[in-house]
């Protein structure tokens, strides 16, 4: 078995035309290229209804989408996680029909580190429109890499900046909020700053940011601890959005990780 296993893996480089100085371990697989393409028969057109649309609205491989709008327009950036290019980005004018105009990180040169697991790579991002400057915004983590990361571009179809990569705090899923006042914060979930109460207890971070330097500046405050009810020992606090709708912000987070035991939501004034 371990013959054919090793087999394999040779066959699979010749196929991949991969670098010959790429060693191989016994057992070990390597692959230069993966394409995943769905074909579905449920989400053939025909199976529509009058005034129906497709729930999911992009089908495949597109977890943890994000979108803004500009006017008419709206632009959704999915994480993927190792595969590569990474950060796709699409665009809508009615959030039912999308196209994918681009990669946010195209080239192996955004990249911090060329050799990643699924769960080391690319996580969940959030893109945002600063009607002050004309820019959108990309900020999320590679886990394996450099860490926190924010990327601009003026056109969302690119190029997108290099990754300004921010080591000022741990964490994961940093996001962003352009305020009315012009000013920007920083919102990302970390640990507590003092002993958790129980195990897996996250907190949510806000911070304000320089958009032109992309980095943060002044005190970084803690705006949530735990999720909705912290009696009841919610784990894994994460992915916030912070919006500010009339006289109130709202924070919207998830809670349990990958156990998916709901939303934190809480509103300040």
Request: charged share 20%; proline share 7%; glycine share 10%.
């Amino acid at each position: 078995m371990e013959r054919q296993i090793i087999a394999l893996a040779s066959a699979a480089m010749l196929l991949c035309g991969c670098n010959s100085d790429i060693k191989v371990s016994p057992g070990q697989a390597y692959f230069a290229s993966f394409t995943y393409t769905g074909n579905d028969p449920i989400f053939n057109p025909q199976n529509l209804g009058n005034g129906e649309t497709f729930n999911p609205i992009l089908q495949g491989a597109y977890s943890d989408a994000t979108i803004c709008r500009k006017g008419n327009d709206y632009y959704m950036v999915t994480a993927n996680y190792a595969f590569f290019p990474g950060l796709p980005v699409l665009h809508s004018t009615d959030l039912v029909n999308w196209e994918q105009i681009c990669y946010a990180f195209p080239t192996e040169e955004y990249l911090f580190n060329k050799s990643l697991r699924a769960e080391q790579g690319l996580y969940p991002s959030t893109i945002r429109y600063n009607k002050y400057d004309d820019t959108f915004y990309i900020t999320g983590t590679l886990v394996g890499g450099g860490g926190h990361f924010i990327t601009k571009a003026k056109d969302p179809a690119g190029p997108w900046s290099m990754p300004k990569w921010i080591n000022a705090f741990g964490g994961v899923h940093p996001s962003l909020l352009f305020d009315d006042d012009g000013k920007a914060y920083i919102i990302n979930q970390g640990d507590p700053n003092y002993e958790p109460p129980y195990l897996d207890c996250k907190a949510i971070w806000c911070q304000e940011l320089d958009t032109k330097e992309m980095t943060p500046i002044g005190d970084r405050r803690i705006i949530m601890i735990g999720g909705d009810n912290i009696e009841k020992k919610p784990v894994w606090l994460e992915s916030p959005q912070l919006y500010h709708i009339g006289e109130y912000y709202y924070l919207l987070a998830s809670e349990g990780g990958g156990l998916g035991n709901g939303f934190a939501t809480c509103a300040y004034r």
